[in-house]
């Protein structure tokens, strides 16, 4: 090559450099999602723009934005890191939203989620705007098992501001993503949708959780084996299934080990639950340590809730020996009212649940009747509590359980 040639094919490269990379970046060092050739008119798949706009983010370090007036369609995605900078950041003004037929979802059952983020260090995500996962076309379906954010091993992770809603199943799944941070997000989806939980948590530590309105047909928040130091302060929930520990000890083989959590100034409103630990029977690990200070509630239907005995609907749950071992949980500063009689059940495993501590609870009866309370093999202190709970430490209901009761929450 000659050097006229050479130089006519680098002025030609800085002319196809400047125009593929100089108009997506902007001024400021922001990708629009429109320049990776996403049209954003909620009917074209952007999956591919958004594809190649993660990897140019992801290598580069700098802000994408997917910006307001737009609804993009993704398909099922994969956006996995390591990436090149130590904080990747999403802008999210506009609309994303899930596939509408099933076909179009086939990516999903190999990778069990929407939006898969893997491996990304610092990654930001914050903005106004709405990631809706289209989810009711999966909500009648056996295979239900699509979460639509779902974040692994993802450090330090920030979401903020958006709003999620109508996944096919969790809405936001933290899996191996120790310092997360979650706060300001709204998630929703109709009180009859199956398992669309809110947030769950899950091999994670360090962990909050903050300033969010939550209402979904499954638990709101739910904190799964692996968790500890979870903080959950300022978050609203209803309808739903309330803040929930669990369920644990499913696969009895495997421990689940959760510990110090706490749930603080939350709110439940007109939820199945509002504090609750649930776990199968059989199962082995550990939830100690586990706290709700300052909870107010507007007709709950089960206000305290340990159950040990969870069977999700009761079916075919046989009795099994051994459980997750549940100590030291503390239900203090409870005020509002409850949908059902029994506003307090501790029902723990065969082997007792040691150190459960209420304090300051008080609840009225949202329905006219007076409330009581009802233990299996719980024991520790129960002080300045309405209904009272005698049952604590007494030797009631300590008769083995035989056969589960349907359940229905
Ligand atoms: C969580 O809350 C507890 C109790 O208020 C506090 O001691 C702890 O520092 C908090 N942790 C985080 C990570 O905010
Ligand atoms: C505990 O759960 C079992 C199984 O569902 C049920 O049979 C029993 O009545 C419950 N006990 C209390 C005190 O709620």
């Known amino acids: 090559m000659g050097l006229p040639s050479l130089l006519h094919s680098l002025v030609f490269l800085w002319i196809v450099a400047s125009s593929t990379f100089g108009v997506g970046y902007g001024q400021n060092g922001t990708l629009n999602l429109l320049d990776f050739g996403a049209s954003g008119n909620g009917v074209a798949d952007d999956t591919g723009a958004f594809d190649t706009a993660w990897k140019t983010l992801c290598s580069t370090g700098q802000t994408l934005h997917i910006p307001a007036g737009k609804t993009f369609v993704v398909k099922p995605l994969k956006l996995e890191g390591p990436c090149k900078s130590s904080s990747v950041v999403i802008q999210i003004d506009g609309n994303i939203v899930g596939p509408s037929t099933l076909g179009e979802w086939q990516n999903a059952c190999a990778l069990k989620c929407w939006l898969c983020f893997m491996s990304v260090n610092g990654l930001v995500i914050k903005g106004k705007g ?46 191996r993503s120790n310092g997360a941070h979650i706060s300001n997000v709204h998630v929703s ?21 903050r300033d969010s309105v939550i209402g979904t047909g499954d638990d709101c928040v739910a904190i799964k084996g692996g968790a500890s130091f979870v903080n959950v302060t300022h978050v609203t929930c209803g309808p739903g299934h309330g803040f929930s520990v669990g369920s644990l000890g499913m696969v009895p083989s495997t421990a689940d080990e959760v510990h110090d959590i706490y749930f603080q100034n939350c709110n439940c409103d007109k939820t199945m639950n509002c504090a609750r630990i649930k776990t199968w ?49 503390t239900f203090s500063g409870f005020t509002g009212s409850s949908a059902s009689e029994q506003a307090i059940t501790l029902n723990c495993s065969d082997s007792g649940c040691p150190n459960i501590l209420l304090d300051h609870v008080s609840l009225t009866s949202g329905i006219g009747k007076p409330l009581r309370s009802a233990c299996y093999k719980a024991t520790g202190k129960a002080s300045f509590t309405d209904p009272p709970v005698p049952c604590l430490n007494s030797k009631q209901n300590l008769a083995p359980v035989t056969a589960p009761l349907p359940i229905t929450y």
Not at 141 to 154: E, G, H, P, R, W
């Open 130 to 175: 709405v990631i809706d996962g289209k989810g009711s076309i999966w909500w009648n379906q056996k295979t239900q098992s699509i979460d639509a954010l779902y974040f692994n091993k993802c450090g330090q992770l920030q979401l903020s501001g958006i709003t999620c809603r109508d996944s096919p199943r969790v809405h936001i799944f933290l899996f």
């Open 189 to 209: 989806a109709p009180e009859d949708s199956p398992n669309t939980d809110g947030i769950d948590v899950s091999a994670s530590s360090q962990v909050t959780i």
């Open 281 to 329: 029977m059989g199962g082995s690990g550990f939830a100690k340590e586990i706290f709700y200070n300052h909870m107010t509630l507007q007709q709950s239907q089960n206000p305290i809730l340990i159950d040990q005995h969870y069977c999700n609907g009761g079916h075919s749950c046989t009795v099994m020996a051994g459980a997750v071992k549940v100590s030291g949980i």
